[in-house]
């Protein structure tokens, strides 16, 4: 079973998404956003950290295939923070849309490919961008189309794609 849970900041998506995964005895929990510092940023993780069942493992990585490469059940939170780290490492923000969209592109189809061969659940958490106005910088905007196109081949690659809003789920 492969899900793809999707929606905007603090809808209750990754609530709703660790709530699919109740009852499987190993977890590998998968951060694969870029490293943070900040307080703020450490008081979500910690707050995170502390409702995640003790038999669940935590991987902070943003090699995505190589996290989904197991038979445990997965849990990727989230693809936004993963192509966000994908894009700096390469540091190719400033790279044209045709290039940033074929390197994109490789990234997704390793994890496509790897998605298709795990083992045990995979669920998937995105983002749910560019319903509200043309962000005003560049790289807002080439993000919100990078994972719009991201979040469309994950869908293709899963079973269900749910949709929460206001801690709402709606199965599409
Ligand atoms: N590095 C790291 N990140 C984590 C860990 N646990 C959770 N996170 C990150 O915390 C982020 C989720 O934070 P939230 O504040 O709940 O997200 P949100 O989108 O505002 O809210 P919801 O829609 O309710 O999930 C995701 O990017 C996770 O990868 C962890 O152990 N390590």
Redesign the pocket.
């Known amino acids: 079973m492969r899900v793809l849970v999707t ?1 905007g ?7 709703h998404a660790e709530s699919l995964l109740v009852g499987e005895s190993a977890v590998r ?1 998968v ?1 694969p ?1 870029p490293v943070r510092d900040d307080a703020d940023w450490q008081e ?2 910690a707050a ?2 502390a409702r995640r069942p003790a038999s669940w493992t ?1 991987v ?1 990585t943003g090699d995505l295939a190589g996290a989904l490469a197991t038979d445990e059940a997965v849990l990727v ?2 693809l936004g ?1 993963w192509l966000t780290r994908l894009v700096d490492d390469a540091g190719m923000w400033d790279a044209t849309m045709p290039d940033l969209a074929a390197y994109v592109d490789g990234a997704v189809d390793r994890g496509v490919e790897a998605l298709s061969v795990a083992g045990g659940t995979v669920v998937l958490v995105t983002n749910e961008v560019g319903m509200g106005v043309v962000p005003e910088h560049r790289s807002g905007r080439v993000f919100r189309d990078l994972l719009g196109s991201v979040n469309q081949r994950f869908g293709a690659a899963c079973d269900e794609v749910h949709l ?1 809003v206001a801690g709402r789920v709606l199965r599409l």
């Open positions: 929606g900041v603090r809808s209750g998506k990754s609530r929990y951060a956003g979500r993780i995170h950290r935590t902070e939170d989230c923070t929460v």
